[in-house]
């Protein structure tokens, strides 16, 4: 999970390492500190531990497998809605469609879907306790309310090119990077118009 905005962490240390967060252009922005926050939604509160602080980032960015497995939930995607369920109970706690290619999280209920704007509170219990990239590209206190504004606090990415993958898996063969997105459950077609040799 990555924010520009230091209020959006509850607790917050001093980030001691040398990493930087590498971006869509190449460039690699400085990690500031690191914490935990609430997304709180209106069916429940998504926990967000080990949140880079990240200044210079543009969006706050969510990484679905962290999310899943810290609120032991699950995220289905499909080109036009994002659904979020409990894996306990089976109930779905959050709905949102896609906006240009992202999913975004958001806090006010007006601003999500028809169908998840009827969602009831009671569909997931207070004691749930379980914290959010499918196509490609923040634990006790709440993210600042903005929950009558209609910003989105998170995104969920955008589908990475094949070209991108390629240099980010270390450039390995057409083969090789199928079988690789593949067993990501990614789309591993291959647009032969951009594919070439290195």
């Known amino acids: 999970h990555i924010t ?3 209020s959006n962490l509850s607790v917050s240390d001093v980030y001691q390492g040398e990493d930087l967060v590498s971006v869509g252009n190449g460039q690699g922005l400085f990690i500031s500190h690191t914490g935990y926050s609430t997304l709180p939604t209106p069916n429940c509160s998504f926990h967000l531990k080990n949140v880079l602080y990240v200044p210079k980032i543009t969006l706050n960015l969510l990484s679905v497998h962290k999310l899943c497995l810290d609120n032991h939930c699950q995220c289905i995607f499909d080109a036009y809605l994002l659904t979020i369920q409990d894996k306990s109970s089976g109930k779905i706690i959050y ?3 896609s906006e240009n290619g992202l999913y975004p999280l958001y806090t006010n209920p ?3 879907s028809d169908s998840s704007s009827q969602l009831k509170s009671s569909s997931v219990s207070a004691s749930t306790a379980a914290l959010l990239s499918p196509q490609n590209k923040p634990v006790s206190a709440p993210i600042k309310s903005v929950s009558s504004s209609n910003a989105p606090l998170a995104y969920l990415g955008n589908k990475i090119s094949h070209h991108l ?3 980010r898996l270390g450039q390995p063969s057409a083969k090789t990077r199928q079988q690789i997105l593949h067993s990501a459950h ?3 077609s291959v647009d032969s118009n951009n594919a070439s040799v290195c």
Request: hydrophobic share 25%; glycine share 6%; no cysteine.
């Open 110 to 112: 007006s601003r999500f």
């Open 165 to 167: 993958w390629h240099r």
């Open 95 to 97: 709905k949102g469609r």
């Open 186 to 188: 990614l789309d591993s």
């Open 4 to 6: 520009s905005d230091f």
